[in-house]
């Protein structure tokens, strides 16, 4: 069932435009009165409340919409309620939820957090009623490298292919390959995490390949490495690009042979392990046989997936900001708090050069030392957003501004030629409404 969004707003075009924003979130009905809201109720059961709070000209006490906000409180199970007020009134906000509202919008809205709001609204409601969700749900991100993200990992997951994931500190890429392992036919079987970078060249083939007892001093008992651990599994090597030259070629071996042999056995053990392999090491660095071996590249990096740095999706950090806050709010047991629009505008725009493992951690922080009703930029340890540079444009970015020119003009065509006819149109360009719908978002139509 699509989810059951409500805006209650006397402001007819507010109303209007909310809806439009939110149609691919779910069905979305407006109300223009309280006194309409007991009979709606009757009939539905709103995952999602927008609610204004003030119905009558001249007020500005939000008596109205506390009102209402009571009422939905009362239900067996009560939507998510998202106060939208003006600038003015965000001590209302604050009121609001103190009383059980989940978030406010300060009008008039920037639809990207709007948008950001109701999907975690959304997502906190689901994962109320349903178990916990995969590894691949932290993937979290609605734009277009994200989506293409979650789709290379849906496509490679269910094959037996070497997996390579490259990125920036940060950036996810153990959550990548988990969403791997947990998409491929292996899924139930171990998936076992290993940070090259801290194994010592030493000590790499007893880890990696396990010995008998009396290898070497210490060794008191056999012990399994982590390619037997991982027997029917996911072998999963985090930063491979820290793997010094001669304990490559180890792996090299293990990997060509698909066996191992245990420091001090006579014999070697087959192995059944799918490799996954991770490095924030720059691709020019990588392709250098001075740092790394090719042969072993070559056995590694059968599909290659990026995971992009979090200051090329900067229309994903709403969303990621009221995950990580719901999710530390609930975690330690501190009140719901909104973030000041100054201070969110400018994380918004902040570089994030620590990528979305520091603004989890900055979320963290505000969340503990937060002492103030609304969250400040200073709560998440920033006195100053840096802001996202913006890349010169390259023949790429040049050919995709021409792709979405000509597809505007294809969308804007097909309205025309249809007389505005949705479903006609949709018909006309060979896809389905919804995507018909979104498409009239992208380009503003």
């Known amino acids: 069932m699509p989810a059951q969004i409500l805006i209650l707003d006397d402001d007819a075009d507010v109303a209007y435009a909310a809806k439009l924003l939110l149609r691919r979130a779910g069905q979305v009905t407006t109300l223009g009165d309280p006194s309409q809201v007991a009979r709606y109720l009757q009939h539905s059961a709103p995952d999602v409340v927008l609610l204004d709070f003030n119905f009558t000209p001249g007020r500005t006490d939000g008596a109205q919409g506390l ?5 939905l409180q009362a239900l067996p199970n009560p939507p998510a309620v998202i106060a939208m007020t003006a600038y003015a009134d965000v001590p209302l906000a604050v009121a609001a939820m103190k009383r059980g ?3 406010f919008i ?3 809205w920037d639809n990207a957090r709007l948008a950001a709001t109701v999907d975690a609204a959304l997502a906190r409601r689901a994962a109320a009623a349903s178990p916990p969700p995969p590894a691949t749900s932290a993937l979290l991100g609605d734009s277009v490298a994200m ?3 979650r789709a290379a990992i849906a496509n490679v997951g269910p094959t037996e292919a070497n997996v390579m994931v490259l990125g920036e500190n940060g950036v996810g ?4 390959a988990r969403g791997v392992h947990l998409a491929s036919r292996r899924a139930a079987g171990q998936f076992l995490a290993v940070d090259m970078g801290s194994l010592p060249e030493s000590m790499l083939e007893s880890e990696l390949f396990g010995h008998r007892k009396g290898a070497f001093t210490d060794a008191r008992n056999d012990r399994a490495g982590r390619f037997q651990s991982a027997s029917g599994g996911t072998l999963f090597l985090d930063e491979i690009g820290n793997l010094a030259l001669a304990a490559q070629s180890k792996l090299l071996t293990a990997l060509e042979r698909r066996e191992v042999t245990p420091l001090g056995a006579d014999r070697p053990q087959t192995i059944d392990v799918r490799i996954i392999s991770a490095t924030n090491l720059d691709e020019a660095r990588l392709y250098d046989a001075q740092g790394f071996r090719p042969d072993l590249l070559f056995r590694l990096n059968t599909i290659v997936i990026r995971v992009p740095p979090l200051r ?5 950090i709403p969303q990621l900001l009221t995950h990580y806050l719901a999710l530390y709010q609930n975690q330690y047991g501190r009140p719901g708090r909104a973030i000041a ?3 969110f505008d400018a994380l918004c725009s902040h570089a994030w050069p620590g990528n979305v493992r520091a603004l989890r951690h900055a979320c963290e922080r505000a969340v503990i030392l937060s002492e103030s009703e609304l969250y400040s930029l200073a709560d998440f340890g920033l006195h100053s957003a840096d802001p996202v540079p913006v890349p010169a444009p390259s023949a790429s970015t040049a050919t995709a501004l021409k792709l979405d020119a000509l597809e505007r003009d294809a969308v804007a065509a097909s309205l025309e030629q249809a ?4 479903s006609h149109a949709a018909k006309l360009l060979g896809i389905s409404r919804a995507a018909l719908y979104r498409k009239l978002e992208k380009h503003g139509l």
């Open 173 to 176: 890429k153990e959550l990548v």
């Open 341 to 343: 629009p100054s201070a």
């Open 106 to 108: 300060t009008k008039p």
């Open 101 to 103: 509202a989940c978030d």
């Open 312 to 316: 090329e999706r900067p229309g994903d």
């Open 67 to 71: 009102k209402v906000l009571d009422q």
């Open 419 to 422: 007389q505005g006819n949705i």
């Open 147 to 149: 989506r293409a993200l």
